[in-house]
């Protein structure tokens, strides 16, 4: 039995087109681990930019039998993932 490895990312302020760098950069570089922790408690605004990138990054991370994990959701954000249906392919922890 190996050890899973969970990488931990941190989005703050608003995830739209204008800053997705970070989480971009981290999974061109293969900086994912088995699985993702997203912490979501300083994230005030995600557009569909946003959303986008997270849906792949669920992707790529579930391809390869890992999982992505949602933590620290304010309410208003957990309603955009109800709104569009995401909160059935998301695994959230509060």
């Known amino acids: 039995m190996t050890e899973r490895n969970c990488v931990t990312i941190v989005l703050e302020g608003e995830f739209d087109i204008g800053n997705l760098t970070e989480l971009s950069r981290r999974l061109k570089a293969g900086e994912v681990g088995d699985d993702v922790l997203i912490d ?55």
């Not at 994230?43 to 579930?62: A, V």
């Not at 933590?71 to 109800?82: C, P």
């Open 40 to 94: 979501c408690s300083h994230l005030d605004y995600i557009d569909s930019t946003g959303l986008t990138q997270l849906f792949k990054l669920h992707q790529t991370i579930e391809n390869s039998g890992g999982s992505v994990y949602l933590t620290g959701t304010s309410t208003h954000i957990r309603k955009l993932f109800t709104l569009t249906r995401l909160d059935s392919i998301f695994k959230f922890r509060d």
